[in-house]
């Protein structure tokens, strides 16, 4: 069918998006998708003539059962240990 989603259409692409996905982390967003997705390799493969386009990307998010999560740890999701972050307490914060 013309409205037939590559994901539905070819399981093998379908198990190496959940693969790329989990080796992101925890924290995946529908961009990391429309990225890989973009690849010169998965593009051949899905036949896909165009980039992805992002609110298709939270479709397919949907539909391979990804879903928005409220996190009650917040500020140290994944900040906390970002270079930028350690080096400022190990160098300014700590010495200080």
């Known amino acids: 069918m013309w409205n ?5 259409k070819h399981p ?19 961009m990391d998708l429309v990225n890989f997705m973009d ?5 051949e ?3 896909l003539k165009k980039r992805l386009d992002l609110v ?3 479709q397919w998010m949907k539909k391979l059962n ?14 906390h240990e970002q ?5 400022y307490r190990q160098n300014v914060f700590l010495p200080h």
């Open 66 to 79: 990804y879903h928005w999560d409220y996190d009650p740890k917040g500020q140290y999701v994944d900040g």
């Open 39 to 43: 690849t010169l390799e998965m593009r």
């Open 4 to 8: 037939e989603a590559v994901i539905d």
């Open 12 to 30: 093998e692409i379908t198990q190496e998006i959940h693969a790329h996905l989990q080796s992101i982390g925890k924290f995946v967003k529908a």
């Open 45 to 47: 493969r899905s036949g």
């Open 56 to 58: 298709t990307a939270q």
């Open 83 to 87: 270079e930028d972050v350690v080096e």
